[in-house]
């Protein structure tokens, strides 16, 4: 029986002894156990836009510690890691993070078991002809085989090595991105071995629910992983490192039915994004007035940021008679507000992405930020200016000139020329999926602290706006992520890590509510004039529950585990979430005992209290995987 490469360019036999493969990997974790001392070799190249954008591998242990971890420049478009792999530690997971805009290739030796277990939805490998693997069911599960179609493998067959039971699934080609093909597999009464032949070549997106997610070269490898205890350790210092950033959300062009009043009250946003029309307020000056004025009364919204675009998704505006009077709608119906909070002002929305180059978006910006700065009221009323609001910022947004289009770059380039006009730099990010992957937003914040530069206070000279974010950009959604507890973990840790140094002033989610062609929001429709909290919804009313002004220094030697600790006054708390599925065993050092409350949220979407003991200052309790925590107490 022939296992072969996934990924490879032609089906060829393993031969006995020879190293193992893998490749074109995308976006998945391999777990790797070996049975003697080895090391696992990995090779990339690029794939798509790869000098544009940096990237992140990890090796996590058996214990869910970083045994190793390499950060490829932008420049590194091929290149090579090796890493040893020692018995005794259990199942190392290689994590290839996706979006992943090079292939790897894995070797390591036969005598290592290896499993992978592919991304959902999102292409997870590009492959060649032949591509076969094998899966275990078990005894009694409804395992369902699913994929699909990304222009590459169309079909996926699996034969049940018992009887030669067989199942054809095609997969076929759906506009909406979130749509796949699934089918059943028949259940039995005892453990099960498939094998897996993938149709076609190019991409690829197969997986599987109801069972383990996870496919072997071989059908010796399958079975189960071992999941030991991981071990966090947090020292809390009474270090202030700066304010909390305000939590929010991308607000829609119209009012909102009272019916969604309660379900926007519990998200309780503290911040917000707005698009502003040129078109529609040239032909209504009054149009946005209403809801603006909702928000910031019925909602007490005191930090906006408002991007200037066109209807029907135009992005690219330029300065004419349109534009000019839209801003002076814009202007008069904020300094009618009241001057009540700050109204940051893009006026562009990722212009990176959208404008022809970067003269064009400096020329535009130039004329609209002297229009604002000849009306003195409007900074009275607390209008700033903001930029650029790329589309990503420490790499390149996804267009095929992506290099010459960094939002890091622009930025850059546009403080150096327009710098006194600029109140505040401005960007989204999109496309980090992978939840050991999102540290990533801390290293973007510093980044971003670095290019505005600190003044003597230690506070960024512009303020700083993660003013959109998701998991993934316009509609390429994965409802696994998007509807799911996944989507909660993976908020959970951005905020964590986005908030941790202190630095950032706005972090909102894109968008609020779901869209017939966007369903990314925290909202959903639920019939009947109801509004109610997808998953992602209920960890941001965990979140802003326990959420304090400002951000305290804490040591954490976890991987696997995001905490941030906040103070207001007396009142302290400590925000964390584990990423993993392993139960994490956390002791907090404090120094004293004080009396306070653990609360948890786990897969369930439900709130239950914790136990927690504390002896000598050493705090202690154990976290169930996948699970947000909340620490609370007072400070004497």
Known sequence: MRALLLASLLATPLLHAAPLQWGDIRDGSLYLLPSRADEVRIQW?????????????????????????????????????????????????????????????????????????????????????????????KAGEQAILAGKQHGGVHGLFAERLSDGRRIQLPLKPYRAYWRYDQQALPASNRDETWRLALQGSGKAAFWLDGSANLFAQRASDLGDLPQAPGQVRLKLADKVLGPTPKLGVALPYVLPPPSSFAALDALRPQA????????????????????????????????????????????????????????????????????????????????????????????????????VRDDPAAHDAGVRIAMPASSRFTGGPFSNDSKQRRGIDWARRLLAEQGEQIDALAWHEWMIRDLLATRSYRDSVRQAAALVGLDAQGRPRKALLLDQTNLSSGSSLSPYEQNTHYAGLWWTSVVINAASDGLLDMLNWFHVADEPEWPKGMLRDAG?????????????????????????????DAFEVDVLAMARQHQRSLLGVNKAERLQKVALELGTCPAGQLELFGPDNHSRGGHYDCRDGQLRFQLPGQTVFALTWNAS
């Open 272 to 371: 917000a994004s707005y698009y502003s029309f040129v078109d529609v307020l040239q032909r209504q000056p009054d149009f946005e007035d209403a809801w603006r004025r909702l928000y910031q009364e019925r909602f007490a919204i005191r930090q906006d940021i408002t991007l200037l675009a066109g209807s029907a998704r135009v992005a690219d505006l330029r300065s004419d008679r349109a534009s000019d009077d839209a801003l002076g709608a814009w202007l008069q119906a904020t300094k009618a507000l009241g001057g009540h909070g700050l109204h940051y002002l893009a006026f562009a929305d990722e212009p990176n992405l959208n404008y022809r180059d970067y003269a064009s978006y400096r020329d535009f910006f130039q004329a609209m930020a002297r229009r």
């Open 45 to 137: 190249h690029p794939a798509w836009q790869a000098d544009a954008n940096a990237e992140q591998l990890f090796l996590v242990d058996g214990q869910g510690r970083l045994a190793a971890e390499r950060q490829i420049a932008a420049t590194e478009v091929r290149g090579e890691q090796r890493w040893p792999l020692a018995t005794g530690l259990g199942a190392y997971r290689l994590e290839i993070p996706g979006y992943s805009f090079r292939d790897y290739r894995i070797e390591h030796a036969d005598s290592t078991r290896a499993l992978f277990a592919p991304t959902k939805v999102h292409f997870t490998a590009e492959v060649g002809p032949g591509v076969i693997l094998y899966f275990k069911v």
């Open 528 to 556: 009947d004039q109801r509004y109610e909290l997808k998953p992602v919804g209920l960890a941001q009313q965990f979140i802003q529950r326990h959420w304090l002004d400002q951000v305290l220094a804490l040591d954490n």
